[in-house]
Nanobody, 126 residues
Framework: QVPLVESGGGLVQPGGSLSISCVVS????????MGWYRQTPGKERELVAA????????SYAGSVKGRFTISRDNAKNTVYLQMNSLKPEDTAVYYC???????????????????WGQGTQVTVSS
């Protein structure tokens, strides 16, 4: 079990912004690429953003590109997701996870990860 603690979720109106974070422990954070995922009832957990170790390379799902920004602070063992121009369809539980291989992170299925945190609920509604 690798502790992954997501926080910062909440209720926000459409068009609004929210920043969520994930604090990790139990491994060398600066050696792992990190990803943000989200899941809605009845759907598989999907990768929405990923960031390489040094933080200079990122990748986004098409549905969030241009609206979401992933960043990391290796000194704080924390990865962030800044979400702007939020839409009702962004409503989901958001999770973070890690992988030592960038390409595997981008292609892995949720079941490939040994453990997940509790996630943080983001609700976009008026």
């Amino acid at each position: 079990q690798v502790p992954l603690v997501e926080s910062g979720g909440g209720l926000v109106q459409p068009g609004g912004s929210l920043s969520i974070s994930c604090v990790v422990s139990g491994f060398t954070f600066s050696s792992y690429a990190m990803g943000w995922y989200r899941q809605t009832p009845g759907k598989e957990r999907e990768l929405v953003a990923a960031i390489k170790v040094a933080g200079r390379t990122t990748s986004y799902a098409g549905s969030v590109k241009g609206r979401f920004t992933i960043s990391r602070d290796n000194a704080k063992n924390t990865v962030y997701l800044q979400m702007n121009s939020l839409k009702p369809e962004d409503t989901a539980v958001y999770y973070c996870n890690r992988d030592s291989n960038w390409w595997h992170l981008l292609s892995a299925r949720p079941a490939d990860f040994g453990s997940w945190g509790q996630g943080t609920q983001v609700t976009v509604s008026s």
